[in-house]
């Protein structure tokens, strides 16, 4: 297994709370990519960073921020959850842009 | 986004019977990638792609670039039960960093 934690595993919050959740890699991985899973919808990417500090945007980055401090720590933030974001979030890291990604066991994320 | 579609959306079948799925675009890609999801676990990579025409093995897994490089073909021989699950296909466009993913196809394995 790729050495992917994401952390936490399930929460249930309400809509208007801020959420974050944590995406910690071992393996000194440059890029890491947060997507979002719904059905009928596959893997959609929310946003991607290629090193500390740097990130970029995805094609469903509204209502989402992240930031990396560390290479080792990526955050996803939704400033303000709504129940539209009820999804499972996955965490992925790759060497480079052009190289396969592994993902992480998921966080599934319920907003009420 | 680019849309990549997966045929068929799910399957039932026998053990010991081969399995053959594929993933359409009408974008041109690069690389093309073909991951299993268990339930409740992320996708875990099976087969990379990087020529048009290639094809690669994994085991009992098989899958291959098209040469129109808008499409791909993953195969199953000789399935067994733990074989069940969801598979992916991502693709890369030329231009692109991104990797887009197909929806899947459910795989059902019949004792």
């Known amino acids: 297994d790729a050495g992917i934690t994401q952390s936490p595993r399930h929460k249930v919050t309400e809509t208007g709370t801020p959420v974050t959740l944590r995406c910690h890699q071992t393996?000194?991985?440059?890029?890491m990519y947060w997507y979002r899973q719904d059905p009928g919808h596959g893997l959609r990417l929310i946003h991607y960073?290629?090193?500390?500090?740097?990130?970029d945007k995805g094609e469903v980055s509204d209502g989402y921020s992240v930031s990396r401090s560390k290479t080792e720590d990526f955050l996803l933030t939704l400033e303000s959850a709504t129940s539209s974001q009820t999804s499972v979030y996955f965490c992925?890291?790759?060497?480079?842009?052009?190289?396969?990604?592994?993902f992480g066991d998921g966080t599934r994320l319920s907003i009420l | 986004g680019q849309q990549l579609n997966q045929s068929p959306q799910s399957m039932f079948i026998q053990e010991g019977e081969d399995v053959s799925m594929n993933c359409t675009s009408s974008s041109i890609f690069n690389t093309w990638l073909w991951y299993k999801q268990d339930p409740g676990e992320g996708p875990v990579l099976l087969i990379a792609?990087?020529?048009?025409?290639e094809l690669t093995s994994n085991g009992r897994l098989t899958a291959q670039f098209g040469i129109t490089r808008k499409d791909s073909f993953l195969n199953i021989s000789a399935s067994i039960p733990s074989d069940v699950g969801i598979y992916f296909c991502a693709g890369q466009l030329t231009t692109g960093n991104q990797f887009y993913f197909g929806t899947g196809t459910s795989l059902t394995v019949i004792p």
């Open positions: 992925a890291i790759s060497l480079d842009r052009d190289q396969p990604q592994h």
């Open positions: 960073s290629y090193g500390v500090k740097d990130t």
């Open positions: 393996e000194n991985h440059r890029y």
């Open positions: 792609l990087y020529k048009a025409g």
